[in-house]
């Protein structure tokens, strides 16, 4: 479908039809959010929005990360516990929007041993990258 100015009756521009089924083609930022979370899966942790929440992929540049607990023995047999929100990874800068300088802001001084981890592993494919570590 196509507009055309009043004016001077020129094509202003064209929108996608559904009956062809045409796509509008854009250039889009892949967010190194991903990387981060297959990163994470494959060290055995699941993947949460900014708030905890369980997600299976990530949603713009913010990371959640959930540690999974063992099963705890109770009375009646085992009983599976609630993951830990450990923290988040922000992997672009609010201010400046560089995406060369993340924050891990990590709730609990008890996560910060699986924070160091995690940054261990997230720095052999980001080498560039600095990650700081904010303690919550």
Known sequence: MSWLCAYDNTLISKFPDPIKKEVLTTTSYESP???????????????????????????????????????????????????????????????TGSTSKWVFEVYGKDHLADAEEIIKALKSRYEKVEIRIDLK
Request: aromatic share 10%.
């Open 33 to 95: 959010a991903r990387g981060v979370s297959e990163i994470l899966k494959e060290k055995g942790y699941q993947i949460a929005d900014s708030f905890g929440k369980k997600v299976d992929t990530p949603r713009g540049d913010t990371v959640g990360i959930l540690k999974i607990l063992p099963p705890k023995k109770g009375l009646f047999g085992k009983k599976e516990q609630e993951p830990v929100f450990l923290g988040k990874i922000m992997t672009r800068d609010f201010y």
